[in-house]
């Protein structure tokens, strides 16, 4: 891939600050309230949480139940898996160490293999796998790692780059195929070149700084007790220790923490080189052969770093988005960068129906939200 921010441009750091004030009130909740009343009602999930956030204003909402035993409404400290929203991190964590020197999008994959492992050229040749790659969904790997999700990381680690060992796969670039595998090497690259576990390089650059106290891949016992019950569980432990995939859709979090989050992605003066970078749009889909399980939220306008970008409709200005779905959550979080407006939301169901409405609900509030006055 020839690496271009078709978006976003950027070349100084500056560093990330906490930003753990108390939500200030949203101004028109009584406009937003029934727009996230119907979002609950079409998602038919048992619990429901959302945070808005509109400049400097959040909002934090609670629908439903804890779990069948618990009638407790859920809120803005409830605990939900974020499935693969989690890899918008490990962009962000990429992001921040190509910002400070420490790696190069364009890095071959193979730079940070463990010892012996071996990344198999696709073709006679072709050129490796880049990191940029990886994060891009456009590596030519499958969408699942072969290690079992059980697996303690160094040993799901040694599985998935055993089996990569001699694979032959398409040329990278050409084709845009969804892919946790990618994002999962990517954590294991990132851990290399930070020269700590991704967990670890994870809180060091973002969730830390930020003072996101309860996001991590690993919950303590009072986290575990605000976990919104997962619906339609196969076999998975409610509140499992997710290190193994903490790149790729592992980690845990909370609306108060996302909002934080969010309002970090939306900085009142220019972004720093980190958000530049995390924010660029590298890929136009009109270049590739193909595109598979991207458009979910709708067509991809362009790709990101785990970013999918949408176009302007009647309803919403130019927006990125990532969804994630997996162990009983759906969730979705949608921006609009120039309007520093943003939504985040989780249910406890299962269902490509329920993303899809989710999706567009959220997607015509950032909408309306962006043409309402403020104040």
């Known amino acids: 891939m020839a690496l271009a921010c078709l978006a976003l441009a950027g070349c100084q750091k500056a560093p990330v ?12 909740d009584a406009a937003i309230d029934p727009s996230l009343q119907a979002m609950f009602a079409e998602s038919g999930a048992p619990g429901m949480v959302v945070a808005v956030v509109r400049g400097d204003a959040v909002t ?10 618990d009638p407790r409404t859920p809120d803005g400290r409830t605990v939900v898996r974020l499935q693969s929203l989690s890899k918008l991190f490990s962009s962000e964590v990429l992001a921040s160490m190509a910002a400070d ?18 990344v198999a050229a696709s073709s006679k040749g072709a050129r490796p796998i880049e990191l940029v790659d990886l994060a891009t969904h456009t ?18 680690q040694a599985a998935r780059w055993a089996w990569l060992k001699g694979r032959r796969l398409p040329p990278p670039g050409l084709h845009a ?26 809180k060091a650059r973002v969730t830390g700084p930020l003072a996101m106290d309860d996001t991590a891949a690993r919950l303590t016992a009072d986290q575990c007790a605000r976990l919104l019950a997962p619906g339609a569980l196969t076999g998975e432990t409610p509140c499992q220790d997710t290190t193994e995939a903490a790149a790729s859709g592992g980690v845990y979090s909370t609306a108060a923490d996302m909002a934080l ?9 220019a972004p720093d080189t980190t958000l530049r970078i995390s924010q660029a749009i590298y890929v136009d889909p009109k270049t590739l052969a193909s595109q598979q399980g991207l458009d979910v939220a709708g067509p991809p306008a362009g790709i990101g770093l785990a970013w999918i970008q949408l ?16 162990g009983g959550f759906m969730t979705y979080l949608v921006i609009a960068p120039g309007a520093r407006v943003g939504v985040f939301v989780a249910i406890d169901k299962m269902g490509f129906k329920q993303i899809q409405a989710l999706s567009a609900r959220a997607n015509d509030l950032v909408g309306a939200l962006v043409a309402a006055p403020a104040g």
């Open 60 to 69: 934090l909402r609670g629908f439903g139940r804890m779990s069948p035993t």
């Open 17 to 28: 600050k906490p930003q753990a004030e108390q939500p200030a009130p949203l101004t028109g």
């Open 101 to 118: 020197g420490r790696l190069k999008l364009t890095d071959p994959l193979q730079a940070y293999a463990p010892p012996g492992a071996v």
């Open 139 to 156: 590596s030519g790997l499958g969408r699942n790692s072969p290690a079992d999700p059980t697996m303690a990381p160094a040993l799901a």
């Open 177 to 202: 195929h969804y892919s946790n595998l990618g994002f999962d090497l990517l954590g294991d690259a990132i851990a290399a070149a930070d020269k700590r576990p991704y967990v670890d390089a994870l």
């Open 311 to 326: 176009a302007p409709t009647p309803t919403h200005p130019v927006l990125l988005e990532k969804t994630g779905g997996g």
């Open 261 to 269: 989050w969010i309002k970090h992605q939306l900085p009142a003066g």
